[in-house]
């Protein structure tokens, strides 16, 4: 696997993920596919090309993939904040 394959396994399965396909950009994360029935669709109301550019207040701009990753784990059922720009 490469390290976006690896991204988008721990977003998608499991509990600590959000539901969303991204990829990199300058200023922070594009999301490429928002699954339905996942916290990003329900809460979050991401839509295709939104860029995440901050999580829990911290701005991902110019963060690694695996690093934004990090930022975006946590135990299930636990609140995260997004910061993002609608294009």
């Not at 809460?43 to 090309?49: Q, R, T, V």
Request: charged share 25%; aromatic share 6%.
């Amino acid at each position: 696997t490469n390290e976006f394959e690896d991204f988008y396994q721990e977003l998608v399965g499991g509990s600590s993920g959000i539901g969303v396909q991204v990829r990199k950009v300058p200023q922070g994360l594009m999301v490429e596919k928002v699954m339905k029935g996942t916290p990003a669709s329900r809460m979050a109301h991401l839509k295709y090309g939104d860029i995440i550019t901050a999580i829990n207040g911290k701005s991902i701009s110019g963060l690694s993939v695996s690093d934004a990753k990090n930022l975006l784990k946590g135990e299930a059922n636990t609140e995260l904040q997004l910061r993002f720009v609608r294009t």
